[in-house]
T-cell receptor
Framework: SAVISQKPSRDICQRGTSLTIQCQVD?????MFWYRQQPGQSLTLIAT?????????ESGFVIDKFPISRPNLTFSTLTVSNMSPEDSSIYLC???????????FGPGTRLTVL | AQSVTQLDSQVPVFEEAPVELRCNYS??????LFWYVQYPNQGLQLLLK??????LVKGINGFEAEFNKSQTSFHLRKPSVHISDTAEYFC???????????FGAGTTVTVRA
């Protein structure tokens, strides 16, 4: 299984600012994803981070709000832009394993927006 | 599109008792099914998965699940729970060959001594 780290693990931010979350994997992976888990709720897929091309966003999520980079096969960033209290969530990255139907999740970044 | 319904939001259970977490899905195509667990203040961990073949799937920590195509269900069971099984459990579905996961709302299992 892949070992995934995320930075920061948690942060408290002011309304209107932006935060960039990093996801690092210990091996090259084909697919990387970003999820959001709002307080007391389940996980929702934000986007697929594509290496060398623009991310693919799910319905309800847009690039201006959640810009994503994926410069190589082991690293991705998610930026939460112009934050509001409604963006307070846990943000998780995931990657597909060698058996591509299996996904492994990072520890998450707990974001609180005041 | 596929969707997942977890029928119980909270399941309190005594230590050493059995537990069953119910999950139903809807999809017009063949699916892969998963159960993930999220321990308090920890990340998500895969418990087990069904891709094809035997409908009874065994996972880690003594958990097992049975795929029932006619009832579109994938219930999770453990014959005897421990305090350490206290966690949030998610039933997850994806279309066969697709990487996108659809999560159920989750079931909180609280094990009491």
């Amino acid at each position: 299984s892949a070992v995934i780290s995320q930075k920061p693990s948690r942060d408290i931010c002011q309304r209107g600012t932006s935060l960039t979350i990093q996801c690092q994997v210990d091996s090259q992976v084909t697919m990387m994803f970003w999820y959001r888990q709002q307080p007391g709720q389940s996980l929702t897929l934000i986007a697929t981070a594509n290496q060398g091309s623009e991310a693919t966003y799910e319905s309800g999520f847009v690039i201006d709000k959640f810009p994503i980079s994926r410069p190589n096969l082991t690293f991705s960033t998610l930026t939460v832009s112009n934050m509001s209290p409604e963006d307070s969530s846990i943000y998780l990255c995931s990657v597909t394993g060698q058996a591509s139907n299996e996904q492994f999740f990072g520890p998450g970044t707990r974001l609180t927006v005041l | 599109a596929q969707s997942v319904t977890q029928l119980d939001s909270q399941v309190p259970v005594f230590e050493e008792a059995p537990v069953e977490l119910r999950c139903n899905y809807s999809s017009s195509v063949s699916v892969y099914l998963f159960w993930y667990v999220q321990y308090p203040n920890q990340g998500l961990q895969l418990l087990l998965k069904y891709l094809s073949g035997s409908t009874l799937v065994k996972g880690i920590n003594g958990f097992e699940a049975e795929f029932n195509k006619s009832q579109t269900s994938f219930h999770l069971r453990k014959p005897s729970v421990h305090i350490s099984d206290t966690a949030e459990y998610f039933c997850v579905v994806s279309r066969s060959g697709d990487y996108k996961l659809s999560f159920g709302a989750g079931t909180t299992v609280t094990v009491r001594a």
